[in-house]
Nanobody, 115 residues
Framework: QVQLVESGGGLVQPGGSLRLSCAAS????????MAWYRQSPGSQREQVARIISGGQTNYAESVKGRFTISRDIANDALYLQMNNLKPEDTAVYYCYARARIEGYWGQGTQVTVSS
């Protein structure tokens, strides 16, 4: 079992920045890949960014050049640096970890971009 806890969400004005954190605990040695997802009301959950073993990263087109995903394996942490935030980035952001047998989700953290 792996437990994930996100933090760092909040209210920010358009053009601002936030840094989300995800703390992993439990059997973290089984984690293969990690990712950030988001879900806004009435929409499906979508992958925002992913980081795989070896450090390769992938981003949704809508966040390329603005968001940066990173992982601190030694400290079992995942981050999402979000710059130049837009109102359409408003959503609940979830941390996801893919382990050998199953995937795990955090409880989510709300990000609201509004003036």
């Amino acid at each position: 079992q792996v437990q994930l806890v996100e933090s760092g969400g909040g209210l920010v004005q358009p053009g601002g920045s936030l840094r989300l954190s995800c703390a992993a605990s439990g059997n973290t040695i089984t984690i293969i890949n990690m990712a950030w997802y988001r879900q806004s009301p009435g929409s499906q959950r979508e992958q925002v960014a992913r980081i795989i073993s070896g450090g390769q990263t992938n981003y949704a087109e809508s966040v390329k050049g603005r968001f940066t995903i990173s992982r601190d394996i030694a400290n079992d942490a995942l981050y999402l640096q979000m710059n130049n935030l837009k109102p359409e980035d408003t959503a609940v952001y979830y941390c996801y970890a893919r382990a050998r047998i199953e995937g795990y989700w955090g409880q989510g953290t709300q990000v609201t971009v509004s003036s």
